[in-house]
């Protein structure tokens, strides 16, 4: 996180400019400024939650944890992300706005852009490790700058086994072996600050994910077609 990013995300003041409409739970876009210096961010705030059978509240800790392991793994996935206290409707995360060609997604981005792939093959590998439930083809971005980014990680890190994704496309592929240089020192620990947000059972299934990955060399085949989210975008 450049210091400018981190200066406006945790001093600067948040003002609601509008609301997403599509998610199940309340998200906003914010203007966050210090002086005259400005930017958008996406704030997902707790009190907007939808209560989950499977998800305890506070969505917006995920959020937070899915930051601090892209950073922690050295991938730059997911874009610089908070928990703000004093946001307008109390406590959430609040996350940089990628600025971005909203007709791109996954799904363009697989058939049309194969230079892509690499970043790609790094997000499905990403969200194995996360047990990610929801990665929706629009949660694939690619910014103005040409970066892959991949954000809305609520629904991460469950202890029991929920992945639901719409990137299958690298299925039984071999994980490149730096990717798993990566990844590998997770099976042995993870990071106290990651730890932190989620609990012990979460934690410990996150390493048992990384040793499979390790052990097994290539990403997951779904052999049941079922495990997509919806809306597929």
């Not at 997604?105 to 929801?134: Q, S």
């Not at 991949?150 to 029991?160: E, P, V, Y």
């Amino acid at each position: 996180m450049s210091r400018r990013e981190l200066t406006l995300l945790t001093e600067g003041q948040v003002e609601l400019v509008g609301r997403f409409l599509r998610g199940s739970n309340a998200t906003f876009l914010a203007e966050v400024s210090c002086g005259e210096d400005t930017a958008w961010a996406v704030y997902k705030p707790e009190a907007g939650e939808r209560p989950l059978h499977d998800f305890p509240p506070g969505l917006h800790r995920r959020e937070r944890a899915a930051y601090l392991l892209s950073e922690h793994l050295g991938w730059g996935l997911v874009p610089p992300t908070i928990i703000r206290e004093d946001a307008p409707l109390g406590v959430g995360s609040l996350q940089w706005f990628v600025e971005c060609d909203e007709d791109e997604h996954y799904f363009t981005l697989y058939a049309d852009a194969p230079e892509t792939h690499h970043d790609l093959v790094r997000i499905a590998l990403f969200d194995c490790v996360a047990n990610n439930t929801d990665r929706k083809s629009g949660h694939v971005l690619r910014g103005d700058d040409g970066r892959i980014w991949g954000i809305d990680h609520g629904l991460c890190f469950a202890a029991s086994f929920k992945l639901r994704t719409v990137i299958w496309d690298f299925a039984g592929d071999d994980i490149p072996e730096a990717l798993l240089e990566d990844i590998a020192p997770l099976a042995e620990a993870v990071p106290d600050e990651l730890a932190e947000l989620l609990d012990n059972d979460e934690v410990l299934a996150l390493q048992r994910r990384v040793q499979r990955l390790l052990r097994e060399g290539a990403l997951p085949v779904d052999r049941t077609g079922m495990r997509y989210p919806w809306p597929l975008v």
